[in-house]
């Protein structure tokens, strides 16, 4: 059996194999497991790409992780994160009494006629994101807190991002019930705690040494299985007949390899996966490869002194003074990334593989986030000891107009033509993934070669945000 990529999809799936005796072999591309649950370490300083924070809704992901770490190797730690505009900080989740004080009581009162307005004509396309927000918020709040983010992200207009990223992704969708829930649950107080919704947001657990701690621990367990994963190597070719994959073909520091395939586990992209499959797809599958589309990541890491830092685990960044996206302060995630009263700061970048930000060369790249933490006021450049620079591929597949379609012609032709080819996880499967639900997607589809009949594709569906759950009634 193959596993193809060794991030949190594919280690899970190569390791829950391995538990029932199921003998594989891990093809990695990079030089590091872990893919952007990841932590580089360079000169001692270990930083993530972005911030994961380990909190699910998944019991089973949840035991895993605690199977693969043991309980000293976890930290609870308390989440504090803020959005910075217009030279001031909001608190994040967004709190509407907070966001509309710092605004000022007249653009408060041009938010609060903005919301009413659309809530008596809404906007007639909500399928995007920018309608959907505006519907919930109000368009000058959606400019305010939403637009600009949202658009450095994506790097495309926000009227031409799928809906489907919002609920889930975003706090408290609904002006209304922002600003009535915090009302509504003082009022409740012990007489209904049936319908109390605990945050799962406020605390969270961690990683000391982040979370490429959990993935480098996962690694070698798996190869104590007696099941190797094999780093640097790219995979070339699915060599598939009647109905099934029957090898994959890769290269890697030895050169060309084949390896027999009585099933194949992908987290590779979906969109990479298809036109790696010899013989090729009908043209239609693979036109929908093509135009699936993602945003590449780039992280710019700077050690600064611990006192010239900010207490926030990150920042949202909604300045468009800057390119700039989010700052992660890792001394604020764990004191065990704190070295020499310092702290490493983690800017990100969200860039399209080939532009002039990503073609950019570190040293332009450490210039160019010191002079933005002094734009920004976060910290003086003169303070910066020393930078990095990580870029990661295809961190985010992008949910614009059709790209539903598209993966839904891809999957369908996967079931009816290689059968023993399974996608999983974030970019396995095209789909914004958490870490828990990579994982979950892995988990059940080992489940699933085993016997069971699992829908894998109905993981991360539900509409609802992923930071919250209801708690079961007290007595």
């Known amino acids: 059996m193959v596993v193809i990529g060794a991030g949190p999809a594919g280690l899970t799936a190569a390791y829950q194999l391995g538990k029932a005796g199921v003998a594989c072999t891990v093809l990695e591309a990079d030089e590091m497991v872990g893919g952007i649950s990841r932590t580089p370490e360079r000169d001692g300083w270990r930083f993530d790409i972005g911030g994961h924070r380990f909190f699910t809704k998944v019991r089973e992901v949840e035991e895993l992780w605690h199977e693969i770490l043991g309980p000293n190797d976890f930290l609870l730690r308390p989440r504090m994160s803020r959005i910075y505009y217009a030279g001031k900080f909001y608190d994040y989740p967004i709190q509407p009494f907070n966001a509309l004080r710092n605004l000022g009581p007249l653009e408060a009162l041009r938010c609060m006629a903005s919301y009413l307005r659309v809530a008596v004509r809404p906007p007639r396309d909500q399928s995007n994101l920018e309608g959907y927000v505006i519907a ?105 007949s009647s109905g099934a994959a029957t090898r994959v073909v890769a290269t890697g520091p030895g050169g060309e390899s084949s390896y027999p395939a009585s099933h194949v586990i992908s987290s590779m992209p979906i969109s990479e996966l298809v036109v790696a499959m010899d013989p090729l797809a009908p043209p239609e599958v693979v036109d929908a490869a093509k135009s699936l589309r993602y945003r590449d990541f780039l992280t710019v890491a700077l050690v600064v002194p611990l006192a010239a830092s900010f207490p926030d685990n990150w920042i949202y960044i909604h300045s468009p003074d800057v390119s700039m996206g989010r700052i992660q302060n890792f001394g604020s995630w ?29 040293d332009d790249l450490i210039d160019l986030g010191k002079r933005e933490l002094g734009v920004l006021g976060l910290a003086d450049p003169a303070d910066v000891a020393a930078g990095y620079v990580v870029r990661m591929p295809k961190a985010y597949p992008i949910y614009d107009d059709g790209y539903d379609t598209r993966v839904e012609v891809i999957r369908r032709w996967i079931e009816a033509e290689v059968r023993n080819v399974y996608p999983v996880g974030r970019n396995g499967m095209h789909r914004y993934n958490n870490q828990d639900h990579s994982m979950y997607t892995a988990m059940l589809t080992v489940e699933n070669i085993l016997g069971a009949k699992h829908d894998i594709w109905s993981v991360n569906v539900e509409a609802e945000y992923h930071e919250e759950k209801a708690t079961p009634a007290s007595s």
Not at 202 to 210: A, D, R
Not at 342 to 358: K, S, V
Request: hydrophobic content about 35%.
């Open 136 to 240: 919930n918020y109000g368009r000058r709040l959606y400019e305010h807190f939403f637009k600009t983010y949202n658009e450095k992200v994506w790097g495309i207009p926000a009227s031409e991002i799928s809906a489907d990223w919002g609920a889930q992704r975003i706090k408290g969708m609904s002006l209304v019930s922002a600003v009535w829930e915090p009302i509504r649950s003082k009022m409740v107080g012990a007489r209904d705690k049936s319908r109390q919704v605990t945050s799962l947001i406020e605390q969270f657990q961690y990683p000391k040494l982040g979370p490429g701690m959990m993935w480098e621990r996962c690694a070698e367990r798996v190869r104590a299985q007696g099941n190797p994963v094999e780093m640097n190597t790219r995979v070339l070719r699915v060599e598939r």
């Open 334 to 362: 764990s004191p065990y990334m704190v070295k020499d009263d310092r702290t490493c700061l983690g800017l990100e970048y969200w860039a399209n593989e080939g532009d002039d930000l990503w073609n950019a060369s570190d």
